[in-house]
């Protein structure tokens, strides 16, 4: 605990009277921050909170990486480009250049890139657009619990009522699919989806691309099996639809490899990037396809910020600092099991409770929602972030940076598991 504090030139009150009523974890987290570092946040108080919610999949590689920072500083003392569109700059044409050779040749991917603006929104929505451009078809398969963004297209293709509802209008064109054990394995996988493909009777329009997360983040930390992805990337290529994989939280390594559907040894026809591609939390996303894909007029799809200079040379720095080798990948596997070790040893003790993840996206699941919300809110008391996720708020959501330390994992596990103990009254 820090004694220091800052002072401020505003009153703490500008936040409730001037901000939007549509703030949501500044509500759950009732303190001002002021500085951060690695896996650390500090307020104007000078209290530390250990941060597991990560920006939301943002900073996979810590707040302020010193490494991504010192290349930062020099790039803006060197008056390089902040704004660029799409022209052809250094800083661009360095990221692609390390991207392709750390990233894409080592996993055999010949994918073209798009920079389609500067979030994973973006990213979703130039997906479906291509894809609907590719094939001539209006129709996207998405699944229950999805979430893939809030602009019209990204939220028609997502799960959630409340987010849905925000839009004020129908949202059409997508048709929603059960996720992997959304039956409890009663029903067998993609047995009716089968059917009404092929059933000329069904009313089902032939999609022109099934959009799927590996691992769906904000609907729960439901974990799609590698098997049931290998299954659904066989059955689009055997009935000509595209597939594309929504790695916007789940990528980076966020669940061990870079890419997290490598695990079942498929490559979809498009990807999207975005959160911590950008290495340093600055606004960055791709959209990723294979050649042949690649059919856009010039300026077909495009974005003021799409060319966001400062991210391509903190990405490049993360890709070079972590992706030159399986030592991230590796370290994150096993940071995962600990957490994962942490949970089961919770639900072996206290009834109602259950966990899932993949990698360093862990979640403990509470039978009684509102006890995840309790756990969230005594562990901010005790100094760490960790956000709620799933359809009813009942999964507390570990996404802590990659680079956080075991002793750091130790440390706020500790904090988890006494909020866990007070939240179900034992």
Not at 65 to 78: S, V
Not at 320 to 327: A, E, I, K
Request: hydrophobic letters at 40%.
């Amino acid at each position: 605990m820090s004694d220091l504090t800052t002072t401020t030139t505003f009153d703490d009150s500008i936040f409730a009277d001037r901000e939007s009523e549509v703030r949501s974890y500044s509500r759950g987290w009732p303190t001002v921050f002021t500085t951060a570092k690695g896996s650390w946040l500090t307020d104007i108080n000078g209290r530390r909170y250990l941060d597991f919610f990560g920006g939301a999949g943002a900073l996979n590689y810590g707040h302020n990486n010193p490494a991504f920072k010192r290349a930062l500083i020099d790039y803006l003392e060197n008056d390089g480009i902040t704004h660029g569109l799409d022209m052809n700059t250094v800083a661009k044409g360095e990221f692609l250049q390390s991207f392709t050779d750390r990233i894409l040749l080592p996993r055999d991917l010949d994918y073209k890139v798009q920079f389609p603006g500067p979030t994973g929104t973006n990213a979703v929505e130039s997906a479906l657009k291509l894809a609907r451009k590719v094939t001539g078809r209006t129709s996207i398969i998405n699944f229950t619990n999805a979430f893939h963004g809030m602009t019209l297209g990204s939220l028609s293709v997502t799960g959630n009522s409340m987010k849905r509802a925000g839009a004020g209008i129908p949202l059409v064109h997508a048709t929603p699919m059960p996720f992997d054990n959304y039956f409890d394995g009663v029903v067998e996988d993609f047995s009716w989806f089968e059917r009404v493909l092929d059933d000329s009777g069904s009313g089902l329009n032939r999609p022109a691309a099934v959009i799927v997360e590996t691992v769906q983040g904000e609907g729960g930390v439901n974990v799609a099996r590698p098997e049931w992805l290998r299954a659904l990337a066989d059955l689009c290529t055997s009935r000509d639809i595209l597939l594309i994989v929504d790695d916007v939280q789940m990528g980076c390594g966020r669940t061990g490899p870079f890419f997290s559907f490598e695990v079942a040894g498929i490559q979809p026809d498009i990807i999207t990037l975005s959160k911590s591609i950008g290495g340093y939390g600055l606004p960055m996303a791709l959209t990723l396809f294979k050649r042949e894909l690649d059919v856009w007029e010039p300026g077909e799809h495009n974005g003021t910020f799409r060319g966001n200079n400062p991210a391509f040379v903190t990405a490049k720095a993360a890709v070079d600092t972590y992706w030159s080798d399986d030592t991230l990948e590796k370290e994150t596997v096993a940071k995962g099991e600990l957490i994962h070790q942490a949970f089961a040893g919770l639900c072996d003790q206290y009834p109602g409770i259950s966990t899932r993840g993949r990698g360093m996206a862990q979640g403990l699941v509470f039978e009684d929602a509102d006890k995840a919300g309790k756990v969230c809110s005594q562990a901010f008391d005790n100094g760490l972030l960790a956000e709620t996720a799933g359809p009813s708020d009942e999964v507390v959501k570990l996404l802590p940076p990659l680079t956080t330390t075991t002793e750091e994992l130790e440390q706020g596990l500790e904090i988890l598991a006494t909020a866990t103990r007070d939240a179900v009254g034992r």
